[in-house]
């Protein structure tokens, strides 16, 4: 029994810190976004106050490479479509390494938004700090940020709908059903959902 009393005491030191350690990075709902400048495939830097009348933004955090991404591109662009009329434009952010991951360089940027006819701006995240900032860790991943007086307060968070491989196959749609709510002035009815999508390509740690 003696020889268990340490044991014990370490499990609990353990479970302890664990309880302790901070909550993980990014944003939450009701938190206000901090701005960025950011490279857009046409050369232009773009930020979130460039756009005066935005009520707000549909930032998604997406790539060229990957399969999710690739299937959800349409759906991103009728999202643009559909909502930057409505005050809330969409904003892409492509956050891999291109050293990595070369298909997702600037110039391989440039070349997709051109052949897909990307209605909305295409921003490389070089440094990778705003994927950071965010807590974003697919592509894609979607942060819905609600204009509140001069800041962006982030709505919803998570994933388009609930289907990525067939938009036909599609049940609910979470990101139509949170925008519904945010544009009526409410808060969404389901704010945070699981986004789901290929990893991010982080640079290695030197």
Same mark, same amino acid.
């Given at each position: 029994m003696k020889k268990l009393l340490p044991l014990l005491a370490l499990c609990?030191?353990?479970l302890s810190s664990f309880a302790l350690r901070p909550a993980a990075e990014g944003y939450k709902v009701g938190d206000k976004a901090t701005d960025f400048k950011l490279k857009n495939v046409d050369g232009k830097v773009v930020s979130l106050a460039d756009?005066?009348?935005?009520?707000?933004?549909?930032?998604?955090?997406t790539c060229n490479t990957c399969p999710f991404a690739q299937a959800y591109e349409d759906r991103i662009l009728a999202l643009d479509k559909k909502y930057a009329p409505l005050g809330y434009p969409v904003v892409?952010?492509?956050?891999?390494?291109?050293?990595s991951v070369p298909g997702d360089s600037y110039a391989a940027?440039?070349?997709?938004?051109? /052949?897909?006819?990307?209605?909305?701006?295409?921003?490389?995240? /070089?440094t990778q700090q705003v994927a950071r900032t965010f807590g974003a860790?697919?592509?894609?991943?979607?942060?819905?940020l609600r204009r509140q007086g001069a800041d962006f307060v982030v709505s919803y968070v998570g994933a388009i709908d609930d289907n990525s491989e067939d938009a036909k196959l599609v049940k609910t %749609?979470?990101?139509?059903?949170?925008?519904?709510d945010i544009m009526a002035g409410k808060p969404a009815a389901?704010?945070?959902?699981?986004?789901?999508?290929?990893?991010?390509?982080? %640079? %290695?740690?030197?």
């Open positions: 609990v030191v353990l756009n005066k009348a935005a009520k707000g933004y549909i930032v998604v955090f892409a952010i492509n956050p891999n390494d291109a050293a940027m440039q070349s997709r938004a051109k /052949e897909h006819g990307y209605t909305f701006p295409y921003l490389q995240d /070089e860790t697919r592509t894609p991943h979607l942060y819905v %749609k979470y990101l139509d059903n949170a925008m519904t389901t704010s945070t959902t699981q986004a789901i999508g290929c990893g991010i390509k982080w %640079k %290695k740690k030197a």
